[in-house]
């Protein structure tokens, strides 16, 4: 069971890796903190820590852009004022 989580979080920090090295790190933002939840669920909901590492790198990368969003917006209200 140990050896099955360990293998299943390289894996992930493996996927993760590539895929960072693919996109750049400017486009990120979310993605290595959202893949590791996701890998870490994927791999106790039936052993799919890719798929959820995946998905888990989709949530974390739209839930940076909206923080990112919601952010610009109160400093242009700031500076509305």
Do not use: D, P, W
């Not at 293998?7 to 993760?16: E, I």
């Not at 979310?30 to 998905?55: I, L, N």
């Amino acid at each position: 069971m140990k050896a099955s989580f360990i293998k299943a979080a390289l894996t992930t920090v493996a996927l993760t890796s590539a895929t960072l090295g693919t996109i750049g790190t400017a486009n990120a933002a979310g993605c290595v903190k959202g893949a590791v939840v996701g890998g870490v669920a994927g791999h106790y909901a039936g052993h799919h820590a890719v798929v959820g590492a995946v998905g888990g790198c989709l949530v974390g990368r739209h839930m940076a852009k909206k923080h990112a969003e919601e952010q610009a917006a109160q400093r242009q209200a700031v500076r509305a004022q």
